[in-house]
């Protein structure tokens, strides 16, 4: 459900955590406010006959709009040897068509006064923009043309996957943390494909060509694996006008056939070291623990998330107070937990110790805590402060429509409904604290737990360049 502290970017580069908060975050506030919070507004739907769904959001607070194309395929749907892929597709989408040239995507949105971007995670790839709402049309017309006319050429993939590689050498390679967690994934699933990078292991980008990105447009990229996700001051009869006008004649794919990938149970422990170049060491324990399933039934993914929230919700929260604060062993330390995706989901706890102190001691430290919540739990007065945090956050981030866009997909790219969205919310409220020491005492144990530890070796003289972009640039 989120992931955070100083981990939280090298998670969501590595496509490990979601692409944004689907259910809560964290805000300060007053319990009070756990029975004051808004319902959220009314969306409606709409299916077209080749099988894109639309779905329409009104917020009529400014005259902006953010549209999303969602293709719900992402690393999840890559096999062995051809990792990264979907991330490269990303790239090349940018690349032009029979009507618009190589990078003159991003320069129409822009000179109409907008901007846009896009975001390849595990589970999806997604293309957005925000505009003045007078030029949905223009977004809605660039990405049906480039959903079905791509142009993919030796010559601009030979560039971009230069880009790409290069973007996986500062992302990954010349981040000591980010090369921790890529081990710790591959070493927690072993079968399901949640195990590679989202930006690909660097072997197949040197192999990857130009057909293997074809080959996995024409495979992946049509109407019927789309999703139009629209928030902003438009009415949704005039999106689903448009959205007929310029996707409706698009011919659907004939999708591959998806089978069940079901990850092996965990036997016991693992442990692993990464020795890589870095200033102090660092610590990632990771549980295997339930995805949401049947959001109205479920109960465990909900305790679990307040459980993250105990734990690491806030600077007054257990792990910051006691690990950073009080004993001084740590100078950072979190917990995350994302109950929603395609896959298995995992709980994390994290740390940076401080300098004299060890990846080992920390580990001790964060056992403890783990340990106080099994033996004695949670007291109510604790567990209200978390739920009206979570409740705040929650209407808060309702504020962007970015963020609402990107929820509404999120979920319905996962299996889920965007409809469920207050009730996750009540879902979350309705925890109490023997249901969060339930779920700590069932799912945070050594059998299914891995342990990474990084290793910090001489720091280089230098510290590489930057790709072109800076650090963040998607594409």
């Not at 880009?163 to 992302?171: D, I, L, P, S, T």
């Not at 007054?316 to 917990?335: E, P, Y």
């Not at 945090?389 to 866009?405: G, K, L």
């Amino acid at each position: 459900m989120k992931i955070r502290n100083d981990i939280a970017a090298l998670l969501l580069a590595l496509g490990l955590s979601s692409s944004a908060p689907l259910l809560a975050a964290t805000a300060a506030t007053d319990a009070s406010t756990v029975a004051t919070a808004p319902r959220s507004a009314q969306t409606s739907e709409y299916a077209l006959d080749n099988g894109m769904r639309v779905i329409v959001k009104p917020d009529h607070r400014a005259p902006v709009v953010v549209s999303m194309v969602w293709y719900r395929v992402g690393s999840v749907d890559e096999v062995t040897g051809h990792t990264g892929v979907a991330h490269v597709l990303e790239h090349m989408m940018f690349k032009g068509t029979r009507d618009v040239g190589p990078g003159q995507f991003s320069r129409l949105v822009a000179a109409a006064g907008g901007r846009d971007n896009a975001f390849t995670s595990r589970d999806a790839t997604a293309y957005f923009q925000t505009l003045q709402k007078s030029e949905l049309p223009l977004a809605l017309k660039l990405e049906a043309d480039r959903m079905a006319n791509l142009i993919l050429s030796a010559d601009e993939f030979k560039r971009e996957i230069q880009v790409v590689m290069e973007e996986r050498r500062w992302r990954v390679e010349d981040q000591a943390r980010s090369l921790l967690v890529e081990q710790m994934m591959a070493t927690v699933l072993k079968a399901h494909p949640y195990r590679q990078p989202v930006i690909g292991w660097m072997n197949d980008l040197q192999n990857m060509s130009v057909e293997d990105a074809r080959a996995f447009y024409q495979r992946w990229y049509g109407p019927n694996n789309a999703l139009l996700v629209v928030v902003g001051d438009v009415q949704p009869d005039e999106v689903f006008g448009l959205a007929k006008k310029y996707f409706g004649p698009l011919k659907p794919r004939a999708l591959p056939e998806r089978k069940p990938q079901v990850e092996p149970v965990q036997r016991g422990i693992q442990r692993i070291t990464v020795k890589a170049p870095a200033e102090l060491p660092n610590l990632v324990m990771t549980y295997r623990t339930p995805a949401l399933q049947d959001p109205e039934h479920d109960w465990e993914p909900y305790a679990l998330d307040v459980l993250s929230d105990v734990l690491s919700g806030n600077e007054a929260a257990r792990l910051n107070r006691s690990l950073v604060r009080d004993q001084r062993i740590a100078s950072s330390a979190g917990a995350g937990y994302d109950s929603v995706g395609r896959g298995p989901a995992l709980f994390q706890l994290f740390a940076t110790p401080t300098p004299g102190k060890n990846a080992a001691e920390l580990e001790q430290a964060l056992r403890r805590e783990i340990r106080s919540v099994v033996d004695k739990g949670v007291s109510a007065e604790e567990l209200e402060r978390v739920k009206a945090q979570s409740v705040a956050s929650h209407v808060y981030e309702r504020d962007s429509m970015m963020f609402q866009a990107r929820q509404i997909g999120g979920l319905e790219i996962a299996g889920l409904s965007h409809r469920h969205i207050d009730l996750f919310l009540e879902k979350l409220k309705a925890v109490t604290p023997e249901q969060v020491q339930a779920v700590a005492t069932k799912y945070l144990v050594d059998d299914g737990l891995t342990v990474a530890y990084l290793d910090p070796q001489p720091l280089p003289a230098e510290r590489p360049a930057p790709p072109p972009g800076g650090p963040d640039h998607v594409r």
